[in-house]
């Protein structure tokens, strides 16, 4: 049998504001994961999108998870200390040529698209037209920098994508239709999430990846660069999302409110309530302890 790479999980917040309920959730799932496996478990602050993460609130966070029993084996490490490896990796797609220049605004985008009679949204980013991949317009530089989505580089097959998901089971997505070209690095000089990610989790030894389904269909874009950059592939669990009343999921975006960090106890038995575990102890050490035997018996059996 062939033997996995030691476990090595991470939890990896963007600290555009605290953490709410549906935070906790995938905090708690990878910590647990991590504690049921005997591995290690790490906090990456996903801090590239400088503008929309208020200062401190890194530090909030790291707060809240501390409060809640969830400590790291490691110091933290911070997106906004890495641009040098997002810069080598971008470098090291362009030589080998699956990058290309992109010129296009949102505007033309949208109108080359709906000049095809297609304008297909996907959360909120357009599936790219094409404008730009043989060649930037005469005259004009470079804004972006976007990954071919296809199986080859003259972008004539498509590229469809298949994995495991450990609690969604079989997945696939064709990544050059239902994505497109997408961007590793934007016309404001911010690296993509998608770019960073996979960069730092190859770079940290992630072994796991325990997040929120609302990630999930990023995954295909994510293995796609595992694959372009030689870099291992993880394996993936996407935990269930915490909805709010009006049936959407909760977040910062739509207000979800900070945890009660006077309560973690309550906080902590909500979240493993969410992961269908039931813990009934009354300190956080407690609630934590009965928390890895269920989720190992339940996850590992
Ligand atoms: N930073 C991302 C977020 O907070 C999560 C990244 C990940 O777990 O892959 O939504």
Redesign the pocket.
């Known amino acids: 049998m062939k033997s996995r790479r030691p476990y090595i999980g991470r939890f ?3 600290p555009t504001g605290p953490l709410h309920a549906g ?1 906790l959730v995938a905090a708690l799932a990878s910590w647990l994961d991590a504690r049921a496996h005997g591995g290690r478990w790490l906090i990456r602050i ?1 801090d590239i999108d400088g503008p929309r993460c208020p200062p401190g609130t890194d530090r909030l966070i790291l707060d809240q998870l501390s409060r809640c029993g969830l400590f790291p084996d490691e110091p933290p490490l911070w997106q906004s200390t890495r641009e040098a490896r997002y810069a080598q990796a971008l470098q090291h797609l362009q030589d080998t040529g699956w990058v290309y220049g992109c010129a296009c605004s949102r505007k033309q985008i949208s109108e080359a698209l709906a000049a095809r009679g297609r304008l297909s949204e996907r959360h909120g980013e357009l599936v790219y037209p094409g404008t730009c991949r043989t060649g930037l317009p005469e005259g004009q530089a470079a804004r972006a920098w976007r990954l071919r989505s296809t199986a080859d580089q003259a972008q004539t097959q498509d590229l469809t994508l298949r994995w495991q998901d450990r609690r969604l089971g079989a997945q696939e997505q064709n990544l050059s239709q239902e994505v497109g070209d997408f961007v590793l690095k934007r016309a404001d000089g911010l690296w993509a ?1 998608q770019l960073a ?1 996979v960069v730092d989790d190859a770079e940290q030894g992630i072994s796991d ?1 325990v ?1 929120g389904e609302d ?1 999930a269909d990023n995954t295909p874009r994510q293995i796609r660069l595992q694959q372009l950059l030689g870099l291992p592939l993880p394996r993936y669990l996407h935990t269930p999302l915490v909805l709010g009343q009006d049936g959407q999921k909760l977040s910062k975006q739509n207000g979800a409110a900070a945890l009660d960090l006077g309560q973690p106890e309550q906080a902590l038995g909500q979240a493993a309530a969410m992961l269908g575990l039931r813990i009934e102890g009354h300190s956080v050490a407690e609630q934590l302890a009965q928390a890895v035997t269920a989720w190992r018996e339940r996850m590992l059996a």
């Open positions: 990896a917040p963007s935070s996903e999430y990610v990846i997040r990630l």
